[in-house]
């Protein structure tokens, strides 16, 4: 890579490390990036999941207030994290380059939707357990298993939006505030990340200049981004959730 490049990865990764862990989609920016330095596609995906892990658990570290009385539930979803993350990942080496991407939109949108209509959602979820006297599952029950399973599935294949996939799931489905589901998500996509990339080291070819630059510049993004991240308002992270996933779809929708 030309020192313009070089420059131009770590930013990617910098930046991407930020947007994951306040959001979600920073591989929007790194995957672009890494396919103008020739990289092709697989290999740029591959490079960027084991890149952006320091960026993940940098992002859960920085969250780490927010995660204190969820070990239960982390353990239990990050278990089911794995599973898909893992599927996903060995999908990327057996499927057509594109058979997920003609989804991913609909997906994407469909998050934001739900996203929007959380606080609507939650109110009717909790008004319902009331009249019925049930206090409901606090993981989320069946339904947010299976949600996150597909998800990860999801996340282990390509990895873009996954974030906002998990933010939308859980918030609709968990009695909780989104600054501590948001934790949660940055741990769960650490864990995707982390299978993703240990599945790849055995079986497919990375750009290892590419790996370390994003690597280091996520790591630096995971820190800005929980700092910027955990002093947003509800209000005003899930505007920022909408406008990025936005963005997001128009990318992939451009591509």
């Known amino acids: 890579m030309s020192i313009w490049e070089i420059l131009a990865v770590f930013a990617a990764g910098v930046g991407a490390g930020t947007i994951n862990t306040i959001v979600g989609s920073g591989t929007l920016i790194t995957f672009p990036v890494l396919l103008l330095t020739g990289l092709p596609p697989v290999t740029a995906t591959v490079s960027n999941a084991l890149g952006l892990i320091p960026g ?7 969250y780490r207030e927010e995660l204190k ?12 994290a794995a599973v898909g993350g893992l599927t996903g ?9 594109r058979a997920f991407e003609t989804i991913v939109p609909v997906l994407v949108a469909l998050a934001l939707v739900l996203v929007i209509l959380q606080p609507r959602i939650s109110r009717a979820v909790l008004a319902r357990r009331e009249r019925s006297g ?10 947010l298993l299976t ?27 968990l009695a909780d505030s989104l600054q501590r589901l948001n934790a949660v998500k940055n741990v769960l996509a650490a864990i995707v990340n982390s299978i993703a990339a240990l ?7 990375f750009d290892w200049p590419a790996v370390v630059l994003i690597a280091v510049g996520s790591a630096i993004g995971g820190q ?3 700092k910027v991240g955990r002093r947003l308002p509800p209000t005003v992270l899930r505007g920022v959730i909408v406008t990025v996933g936005t963005v997001a779809i128009v990318q992939l929708l451009l591509r």
């Open 89 to 97: 990942a060995a999908l990327l080496l057996t499927l057509p380059p």
């Open 69 to 80: 009385g969820q070990r239960r539930r982390v353990l239990r979803l990050g278990a089911v």
């Open 199 to 205: 599945f790849f080291l055995f079986v497919a070819d």
């Open 56 to 62: 993940s658990v940098s992002g859960a570290i920085g």
């Open 147 to 173: 949600g996150l399973l597909l998800a990860s599935v999801y996340g282990g294949y390509f990895t873009a939006a996954q974030g906002i996939i998990y933010l939308s799931l859980m918030g609709m489905l």
């Open 134 to 143: 049930s206090p409901g599952d606090p993981d989320g029950g069946t339904l």
């Open 224 to 226: 800005i981004g929980a």
